[in-house]
């Protein structure tokens, strides 16, 4: 086994390890049975995505500093503390507090992972196969999740403890912060500034230059803001409009992810089959398209259709991760996947926030609608 190859699977290895999230399908229910109003469950959420804005550019500092497999350990270790405390937590101030530190980890863990992949791939001389190796690293994390799922819903249908998925999850995660120190530093050479200041705007400057990143920082933008907010929904929806049982919803979750792990496996051949703007024109229709379906079908015949969103959202990480880092150089990727996901999340804020106002006044599938026809003028 040659020695390139060994390290990428030592990373697939630790995506398994730390992808069997139980929770997934319930994280919103959990906070819902408790805090009962979707406006409220949205503005804890906003505590998450604050502390993104506040906090993922410093730590891609940190990752372009002093390297990736730092930052991945500090984040799933602060990921599963969150992960714990949102499990316990049993009211809004709690929540809120949980939903910080979570978020924390992930800040971390952003500015490690992909950066990590794509400096071992420059390193090898491999690069090209970014999109590939990304894709296929989703793909074992997908059907792991799809494994969690299963066993989430039957431990909450069975139990009645929406709580279980998510402390369960947290012990789980601490264990796989064992497989970070299997992974090897990636040793490529990269610019150090002299301070953080200068770091920063640095990569700024890289990404104002750049029209081509500008446009696809704004595509990625568009369909994560949109993903997301379905997704927080998706689980209220299917329990409360369509009547599923835990088991139930873990199932269909469970399909979904092993759809997504199928699609992002072929991540890299959709692409070369598309193109670059025929397969951002693709995505961002069939989203599109799959929003007004929910809104339309008031049945559970509109489930089918989540098939559609899922692939959406697992083509456009390793595709468009591999469009952005193409034209970024070593020394700037962790800092500019933090100016990405800072604009991503502040933009985020606003409309989740105010699809859970929505949602608490008039009705989730409406508020998708909004989402989607504020979509349009892109």
């Not at 730390?18 to 503005?43: E, H, Q, R, Y």
């Not at 799933?76 to 992960?83: D, K, P, W």
């Not at 069975?158 to 998925?165: A, E, F, G, K, Q």
Request: hydrophobic residues 55%.
């Amino acid at each position: 086994m040659a020695e390139g190859d060994n390290r990428i699977r030592r990373f697939y290895l630790y995506r398994a390890v730390t992808s069997f999230s139980m929770w997934g399908p319930f994280w919103t229910l959990w906070a819902n049975k408790n805090i009962d109003n979707l406006f409220l469950i949205t503005v804890i959420d906003m505590a998450f995505w604050i502390t993104m804005i506040v906090f993922q550019i410093p730590t891609g500092l940190i990752g372009d500093k002093y390297g990736r497999k730092v930052v991945l350990f500090i984040g799933e270790m602060l990921f599963a503390v969150g992960l714990l405390g949102f499990g316990l937590s049993t009211s809004f101030n709690e929540y809120v507090i949980s939903n910080a530190i979570w978020a924390l980890g992930v800040c971390f863990i952003v500015s490690g992972d992909t950066p990590f992949v794509y400096d071992t791939l420059v390193e090898l001389k491999r690069e090209k196969e970014f999109t590939k190796i990304m894709g296929y690293s989703n793909a074992v994390m997908f059907s792991v999740n799809a494994l969690a799922y299963m066993v989430g819903g039957y431990v909450a249908h069975s139990m009645d403890r929406l709580d279980i998925t998510l402390i369960v999850s947290a012990g789980i995660m601490m264990v796989g912060l064992s497989t970070i120190f299997l992974l090897k530093e990636p040793k490529v050479e990269r610019t150090q500034f002299e301070s953080y200041v200068r770091q920063f705007k640095e990569g700024f400057r890289h990404v104002a230059r750049s029209k081509a990143i500008l446009i696809l920082i704004a595509f990625q933008i568009l369909i994560q803001v949109a993903v997301y907010v379905m997704a927080v929904f998706r689980a209220i929806y299917m329990g409360d409009t369509l009547g599923l049982d835990y088991f139930q919803i873990g199932l269909f979750y469970a399909s979904f992810s092993l759809v997504g792990a199928f699609i992002v496996r072929e991540a890299s051949r959709f692409e070369n089959y598309a193109g670059e703007k025929r397969s951002l024109v693709v995505m961002y229709v069939a989203m599109f398209a799959s929003i007004g379906v929910v809104f339309l079908v008031h049945s559970a015949a509109a489930i089918v259709v989540q098939y559609l969103i899922y692939a959406v959202a697992d083509l456009q990480s390793p595709i468009v991760g591999g469009y952005i880092n193409k034209r970024v150089d070593s020394a700037h990727r962790s800092t500019i996947a933090a100016i990405s996901s800072v604009m991503f999340t502040a933009i985020l804020v606003t409309v989740e926030v105010s699809a859970g106002f929505v949602a608490e006044a008039w009705s989730i599938e409406g508020s998708l609608m909004l989402i989607a026809l504020g979509s349009l003028p892109m």
